[in-house]
């Protein structure tokens, strides 16, 4: 089983858990990079509005056919209650070339339910796992037993 973690991260968070993820899995992973400067207060500002307006941006060329794997995890940090803009742009593109799919973010405390609907809607699959942590679970290195879980959820759903 081919399976790619892919993954945005503004401020390092979700690259976190996309390493966890990868780490436990032993499996390759693709960092998204926007091309649009998101850095410092404009950049936060950019980010919270094109999240929230569902824009979609110019990503940096993706190393990883996604067609190639089994299965693609996919991660996102949540902006403005949505999905971030450079994932939301990943999932606009290469939509049609998962097989499975599996999604996580981190976020500070928003609701992630209409996120992840909003990721399945744009693929047309159902995720075979979900996992949501907050900035603050990250931040304290209290993540490790979702993500296990995540993991198990996972290779169950992959064994069937
Ligand atoms: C522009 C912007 C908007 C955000 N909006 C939300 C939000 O609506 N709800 C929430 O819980 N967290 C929100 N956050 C916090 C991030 O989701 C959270 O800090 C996340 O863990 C950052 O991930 P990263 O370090 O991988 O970029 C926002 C962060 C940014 C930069």
Do not use: H
Request: glycine share 4%; with cysteine.
């Amino acid at each position: 089983m081919k399976i790619l973690v892919v993954f945005y991260s503004r401020s390092g968070r979700t690259k976190k858990i996309a390493e966890a993820i990868s780490d436990i899995l032993k499996c390759d992973k693709e960092e998204i990079f926007d091309l649009k400067n998101r850095k410092g207060i404009p950049g936060f500002l950019s980010a919270g509005t094109d999240a929230n307006l569902r824009k979609l941006t110019a990503i940096k060329e993706i190393k990883n056919n996604p067609s190639l794997y089994d299965l693609v995890i996919i991660g996102t940090p949540v902006w403005s209650s949505n999905i971030s803009t450079p994932i939301r742009t990943y999932l606009s593109l290469y939509k049609d070339n998962f097989k499975e799919v599996a999604f996580f973010c981190t976020r500070l405390g928003s609701d992630i339910e209409k996120v992840f609907a909003d990721m399945e809607g744009i693929c047309q699959k159902n995720p075979i796992a979900l996992l949501a942590l907050t900035s603050r679970e990250v931040a304290r290195d209290q993540y490790m037993q979702k993500v296990k879980e995540f993991i198990k959820k996972v290779k169950e759903e992959t064994a069937k």
